[in-house]
C-alpha cells in the first residue's frame, strides 16, 4: 500500500493524529474537503481555552486546584446516567482526560512551543452545591496567540513532514464512503472538489472534478461536528431543554454538517449521545460576517443584569458565565429565542470579551503592547465596533429611553417601562451594602477576591441607573450553536465500536466526530476549555493506537 494511514479532516485532532503517526515514521494520507487556508478547522477560529488542573498559573494566581477536585467537578457536570450503554466508555475517556489536564497535557505543549497567558479564567462556574456543575476554580488558559497558537506547531510540523515525505496532504477531498474488506476497514472513495481561493470560513464549491480511491491499514476519522448542520441539531434536539429555537446563529462555518457520522453508521459504527450539545445563549450578530448566520459569543463577566424576551429578571444561577445550559433552558422555557444584557459603560469595558481568534488580536498577535490597553479607559475595540455597528446593541441615557429601544429592536412593546426600571433600582438598592441577600451582587463581590477576576474580569460594584456609570446599554443575546457533545463511541484506543460494542477493524476516530473521546467523554456539560484539549488528547491517543497497531 502506498499510505499506512489515512486521515480524514484536517483540523486540530487530525493534525495531531497525523503528525504524530508520521513522527514514528509511517505514510500518512491527510484528505479534507475544505482547501489548504481551512488547516486547523474550528480551533483556529477558537479563544484557546485550555482546561489545565494544578498548572504553574494557578499556583502563580493563589488558586488550589487538584485532580481529586477536577474529576468531582467533571462527575457533577457530566451527570452520566447511561453507565451501561452509551456512557460506558465516555466516563472511562473523562478519566484518562482529567489525568492528561492534571499530568500531561502542559509538559506536552510547551515542548512544541505553546505557551499560556499568565491570567487564568473562571469559565462555567456553576451556581450550584460542590458536587454540582460547574468549576470550583478557575481552569481556563488562554493560550497566548489563541486558537492560531495552538494550531500553529501542529502545522508546522505537517508541513516539515510533507516535506519529508512522510505525509501527502490533499485538500479539497471529500470522502463519501469507507471501503470494507473482509470485515475490515481498507480505505475511503470520494469526490474532489473544484480548487477553491475564498477566505477561511467562506462557504466553498461542491462542484465535482474527479474521484478517488485510496487504501490503507487503518482509516482516522476526525472530521467534526454538526454546529452548522441545523436541521440535524433540531432532529437530535433534546426534550429536556425545552423546544429547539426557531431562530438561531452560527457559531461554526457552514462546512461543519457532521456528514462523516452518517457514513461511518452506514458502514457500521454505532453513533452514541445524539442528545447531547453544546449551544451559547449570549450569541450576538457579527456585524461583519465571513459565514451564513455568522455569530459571536460574548464571554461576560458578572456583573450584568440577565432579563428575558418580556423584561423579567432571571433567577440564580441564571447569571453570565454560571450555568450554560442550565441558562439555555430558562430561555427556552419562555417561549423566546432570545434574552437581554442590561449594563453600564463601565461595565461593558471591563467585563466584555468577545470568543474567537479574530475578536482578540491582542492576544492572537501575541503582542503584550495591545494586551495592556485593555487597563485604559474604554471599552476593547473588538467591542467598540459592536457598540458602533452591531444591530443586537442599544445605547441609551435613561432605563426609559433603554426600553423604548429595545421594544423597537424587536418590533413589538414586551418590555414594560415600568417593570424594568422597578428591578434595576431594586438591584442598585441592594448596593447599598457589601453584604445583601441579592447572590447575583454576592457573587461580583466574591468575584473581586480572586486576583484574575479584579485584575481584568469584574469591574467594582456600582449602581447602574447613576449617570456617572453610564451611559446604559442592553444588548440582544441570541442563541448559539457550537458542538456536538455525543458522536462516534469508541473505546479507549479510540477504535469506532459497532452496534455490539465491539471494535470496527481499521477504523478510529478523535475530535469532536467521536463526543472529543468515547462517543461523549463530556456528559451533559463541559467545564469550558474542554473541547481543544479533547481534540488534542484524542487525536493524541488514536495516534499511538494505529502505531500500536502497525508494529
Known amino acids: 500500500m502506498e499510505f499506512d494511514v489515512i486521515v480524514i479532516g484536517a483540523g486540530l485532532a487530525g493534525l495531531v493524529a497525523t503528525t504524530e503517526i508520521a513522527q514514528n515514521g509511517k505514510k500518512v494520507l491527510l484528505l479534507d474537503q475544505e482547501g489548504e487556508q481551512s488547516l486547523g478547522g474550528q480551533a483556529w477560529w477558537s479563544f484557546g481555552g485550555l482546561f489545565l488542573v494544578d498548572s504553574p498559573e494557578q499556583r502563580r494566581m493563589g488558586i488550589k486546584d487538584s485532580k481529586e477536585l477536577a474529576w468531582q467537578d467533571w462527575l457533577g457536570s457530566a451527570e452520566f446516567d447511561r453507565l451501561e450503554d452509551e456512557d460506558f466508555w465516555g466516563l472511562r475517556w473523562a478519566e484518562a482526560y482529567v489525568d492528561f489536564a492534571t499530568y500531561e497535557k502542559r509538559d506536552w505543549l510547551y515542548k512544541k512551543g505553546v505557551r499560556i497567558f499568565p491570567v487564568v479564567g473562571w469559565a462555567e462556574r456553576g451556581g450550584y452545591l460542590a458536587e454540582g456543575h460547574g468549576n470550583s476554580v478557575p481552569r481556563f488558559h488562554i493560550t497566548w496567540g489563541t486558537g492560531p497558537g495552538i494550531v500553529a506547531p501542529f502545522v508546522k510540523s505537517l508541513h516539515q513532514q510533507i516535506e519529508a515525505g512522510s505525509v501527502t496532504y490533499l485538500p479539497r477531498h471529500r470522502v463519501d464512503e469507507l471501503i470494507v474488506k473482509n470485515n475490515s476497514i481498507s480505505g475511503v472513495t470520494g469526490a474532489i472538489l473544484e480548487q477553491t481561493s475564498i477566505r477561511r470560513g467562506e462557504e466553498s464549491s461542491r462542484k465535482e472534478i474527479g474521484d478517488f480511491s485510496y487504501e490503507a491499514q487503518a482509516v482516522i476519522i476526525c472530521s467534526g461536528g454538526i454546529g452548522a448542520n441545523f436541521e440535524l441539531i433540531r432532529k437530535n434536539w433534546p426534550e429536556r431543554l425545552g423546544k429547539a429555537p ?300 494505529v502505531i500500536e497497531k502497525l508494529r
Open 246 to 545: 426557531e431562530k438561531m446563529l452560527s457559531g461554526v462555518p457552514k462546512h461543519v454538517d457532521g456528514r462523516m457520522l452518517e457514513i461511518t453508521e452506514r458502514t457500521g459504527g454505532r453513533i452514541v449521545n445524539r442528545d447531547r450539545m453544546w449551544h451559547y445563549t449570549e450569541g450576538i450578530k457579527n456585524w461583519s460576517p465571513i459565514w451564513e448566520r455568522h455569530g459571536i459569543r460574548i464571554l461576560p463577566g458578572p456583573s450584568s443584569m440577565w432579563f428575558d424576551a418580556e423584561g423579567n429578571r432571571f433567577p440564580v444561577p441564571n447569571l453570565p458565565g454560571f450555568d450554560t445550559l442550565g441558562t439555555l433552558k430558562t430561555i427556552l422555557d419562555t417561549g423566546y429565542d432570545y434574552s437581554w444584557f442590561v449594563l453600564t459603560q463601565k461595565i461593558i469595558e471591563k467585563e466584555f470579551a468577545l470568543s474567537g481568534s479574530e475578536q482578540n488580536p491582542d492576544l492572537t498577535e501575541k503582542s503584550i503592547r495591545k494586551v495592556l490597553q485593555r487597563i485604559l479607559p474604554g471599552a476593547p475595540s473588538p467591542v467598540q465596533a459592536f457598540l458602533d455597528y452591531g444591530e443586537d446593541f442599544i445605547v441609551a441615557d435613561s432605563i426609559d429611553n433603554l426600553v423604548i429601544k429595545m421594544n423597537e429592536l424587536v418590533g413589538e412593546k414586551r418590555i414594560d417601562i415600568e417593570k424594568m426600571r422597578k428591578q434595576v433600582e431594586a438591584r442598585d438598592r441592594a448596593m447599598e451594602n457589601k453584604f445583601t441577600k441579592d447572590l447575583q451582587l454576592t457573587t461580583m463581590h466574591g468575584a473581586r477576591h480572586y486576583i484574575g477576576d479584579k485584575l481584568i474580569r469584574t469591574v467594582k460594584p456600582h449602581r447602574l441607573l447613576d449617570s456617572r456609570n453610564g451611559p446604559l446599554i442592553a444588548v440582544r443575546l441570541n442563541i448559539l450553536s457550537r458542538k456536538t457533545l455525543g458522536g462516534l463511541q469508541t473505546d479507549l484506543a479510540a477504535r469506532v465500536l459497532d452496534f455490539q460494542g465491539k471494535p470496527i477493524d481499521g477504523l478510529h476516530a478523535a475530535g469532536e466526530v467521536s463526543g472529543f473521546g468515547g462517543g461523549g467523554v463530556h456528559g451533559y456539560r463541559s467545564l469550558e476549555g474542554t473541547f481543544l484539549g479533547g481534540c488534542l488528547f484524542s487525536g493524541k491517543v488514536a495516534a499511538s493506537s
